[in-house]
């Protein structure tokens, strides 16, 4: 190309759309450690103290909790910033997808809450995603689900994450379409939503739909 075109050769790529990239003999490590800085200097969490988890556990959202309401636009920046940390931060999906569904008008509780969420990526500017260069490529995913988390209109939430050989390549977080009765129904509607999506990967990536994963059911962080 460069006999034919007037170009540039860069190297090894190393940064892209703050995205940071190492490319090692053993794999391609990328991370957002650059950007995370960024988003915690202008939130002002620099300085605070790290928490161990995103989200804490069993916590329930509503439209009608206490508290003020903040500034939405702030609370929208925020809420956006940690939306394009998930990029290589699958841990922190499932509570972010939790604070977007009230963006409309976000109150103090919720401010602290989506805060809380930085505590925790100050803890773990570090983390990201490696790409092994290893040669073991099967496809294996894991599901999840909870049931009726949300206190106002009762639907859950699906959750599943897919590698290939040990690399996370593709995961989601979101609420169910329909409003389900049970928790045994909470997991179909989910478990159906990554088989589609595990058939899809299966012929498109592995090639033959019977290489698809046989591991479901698995608690996603």
């Not at 963006?103 to 803890?123: F, H, V």
Request: hydrophobic content about 35%.
């Amino acid at each position: 190309m460069t006999q034919e075109f007037e170009m540039t050769d860069i190297m090894l790529m190393s940064y892209y759309l703050r995205i940071d990239i190492k490319q090692m003999e053993k794999g391609i490590f990328i991370s957002q450690k650059g950007y995370t800085k960024e988003v915690l200097k202008k939130f002002k969490i620099s300085d605070c103290e790290s928490i161990n988890t995103p989200v804490k556990i069993g916590i329930k959202f509503s439209k009608n909790k206490d508290g003020e309401i903040v500034d939405p636009t702030r609370f929208i920046s925020l809420v956006g910033s940690l939306h394009y940390l998930t990029c290589t931060r699958p841990d922190i999906l499932y509570g972010v997808g939790l604070v977007s569904r009230y963006m409309e008008e976000p109150t103090t509780t919720l401010w602290k809450m989506t805060k809380k969420i930085l505590r925790y990526i100050k803890g773990t500017l570090n983390f990201g995603l490696f790409y092994s260069s290893s040669n073991d490529l099967k496809l294996v995913g894991y599901s999840d689900s909870d049931w009726a988390r949300d206190l106002d209109d009762r639907k859950s939430t699906t959750g599943f994450v897919f590698f290939m050989g040990d690399a996370v390549f593709t995961w989601t977080s979101k609420k169910q379409p329909i409003v389900t009765l049970s928790t045994c129904e909470a997991e179909y509607v989910a478990t159906t939503s990554y088989v589609c999506h595990a058939i899809y990967l299966a012929e498109t990536i592995v090639g033959k739909a019977q290489n698809a994963p046989t591991r479901s059911n698995e608690v996603l962080c």
